[in-house]
């Protein structure tokens, strides 16, 4: 019969060719499908354009694949696995950066992983203003050790960033541009391998900032009168233990800054008297450990609201300005190992009595005064006045005889006058105003911790 093959007709022509077909499917299948797997696009391609389907639990999917809801081949996290596209963003960069960290002895890394980016060690999650979605606002890697070549694309890579911190670790390359995160207001590279550079320009862009700390890394050269005046929320500025030199600028009082540390770098010349605008914003300054000189200004003594003022350790010259009997918030006064003479005032020391001002500790070693007000006796007693090595008759610790001529023959006393001139009235407590004056005692103590003290260690 037509239609068969072989004796007795046993196989259709068509059950053959069904067959065959059958068999050339399944060759081509195991051919195809591996094909098919290697053209497919990779994570780093995928569109991000999530439309409605972003979310969890949508009906559409942000991945490569055809979509539906049949599961990915692969074990990298969709886009449609995070709460938002914010986070699915924050991920790819977290992952990026993660790849470039060489030592992470505390192995904070291993953290980051899965789409739970709110769990992450070191990030913290936000919802920006006028945002229902939740992101990535803030990192703190603070004392992590972790190393890496450079932070670019790290940083500026989180759009929602508002803080990032990162004292203590081995980060190199450049500070990164990051004027373009509109909620951007804490920087702490403080304590890392940063490039040696002079001071990194693209932070002055940061309108917002608060708090800026580039403390203990190798920047040099001139600071730029820029920073005291690009900032004008700022509440922070530590630039202490790098290198930087040349004269402070002269607008420092431009500033609203609260808390201000320039110690421990090469900075020379005077401190500039526009100090003196920043009479009710000022708290905390330091300008220890430099090779500032010029006479002691008269302007330091008009900083009403400042508990601490380091200027040890320079090259200030002349006498102690009437005007420092107005410290009465003082807490902290230090102009130890400098080149200042004259008598150290009675009205100075009397900050030290709680009817006066709240003075705990006045550090005058290593100069060269010849004479103490009468108050200033009592407080040597009582442990809050440090005037060894100086040129006092019959103090302590002083200078030798011969020392203190030397110094007196070879100084121009008159390139530095006295100045009397109190811009204050005397205070004086009596009956409440006694209890006003514990009440004070009592605030510093409760408070015995100085922000910029603590920034010179790192």
């Not at 007709?9 to 399944?26: D, H, I, K, Q, Y």
């Not at 051919?31 to 991000?48: G, I, L, T």
């Not at 693209?202 to 708090?211: C, I, K, Q, S």
């Not at 420092?252 to 320039?262: A, E, M």
Request: with cysteine.
């Amino acid at each position: 019969m037509a239609g068969q093959v072989g004796c007795g007709g046993g196989v259709s022509w068509s059950s053959l060719l069904a067959r065959c077909l059958a068999l050339c499917c399944l060759l081509m299948g195991a051919c195809v499908a591996p094909a098919a797997r290697a053209n497919r696009p990779s994570r780093s391609h995928v569109d991000m354009n999530f439309g409605r389907g972003g979310r969890r639990g949508g009906t559409s999917r942000g991945g490569g694949g055809s979509g539906g809801s049949s599961p990915s081949s692969s074990s990298e996290p969709r886009p449609c696995d995070f709460e938002n596209e914010r986070l699915y963003r924050a991920y790819q960069v977290i992952q990026k950066f993660r790849k470039t960290v060489t030592c992470d002895p505390m192995d904070i890394s291993s953290s980051w992983q899965g789409t739970d980016l709110c769990g992450y060690k070191g990030f913290y999650c936000a919802r920006p203003p006028k945002i229902q979605d939740r992101t990535v606002a803030s990192v703190d890697l603070n004392g992590y050790m972790l190393q890496s070549t450079s932070l670019q694309g790290f940083v500026n890579g989180l759009p929602d960033l508002a803080l990032f911190h990162a004292n203590s670790n081995n980060f190199g390359g450049a500070v990164p541009d990051l004027s373009r995160l509109p909620y951007f207001y804490e920087l702490d590279l403080s304590n890392n391998k940063l490039a040696p550079s002079t001071f990194p320009t693209d932070v002055l862009r940061l309108r917002n900032a608060t708090f800026i700390d580039i403390r203990f890394n190798s920047f040099y050269g001139e600071l730029p009168g820029e920073v005291f005046c690009s900032f004008p929320k700022i509440q922070a500025i530590f630039v202490n233990n790098n290198q930087f030199s040349g004269s402070l600028p002269d607008n420092i009082g431009d500033s609203p800054v609260n808390y201000l540390s320039l110690a421990n770098n090469n900075f020379t010349g005077e401190i500039p008297k526009s100090i003196a605008r920043t009479a009710n914003t000022l708290f905390e300054v330091l300008f220890l450990n430099n090779k500032l000189s010029g006479c002691l200004p008269y302007e330091l003594g008009l900083l009403a609201k400042a508990t601490v003022i380091d200027a040890g350790t320079n090259q200030l010259t002349g006498p102690i300005p009437a005007s420092f009997a107005c410290l009465r918030k003082v807490e902290q006064l230090n102009l130890a190992s400098n080149l200042l003479y004259g008598e150290v005032p009675d009205a100075l020391c009397k900050l030290a009595f709680s009817w006066s001002g709240r003075l705990k500790n006045l550090t005058l070693s290593d100069n060269y005064f010849t004479s103490l007000g009468s108050c200033c006796w009592d407080l040597i007693k009582l442990g809050k006045l440090n005037v060894d090595r100086n040129c006092i008759p019959w103090a302590p610790n002083q200078r030798s005889h011969e020392e203190c001529a030397y110094f007196f023959h070879r100084t121009n006393t008159a390139a530095c006058p006295v100045n009397t001139y109190v811009p204050c009235r005397p205070k004086y407590y009596a009956g409440t105003g006694e209890t006003a004056g514990n009440a004070w005692y009592t605030a510093a103590a409760e408070d015995n911790y100085y922000r910029t003290y603590s920034s010179l260690q790192p």
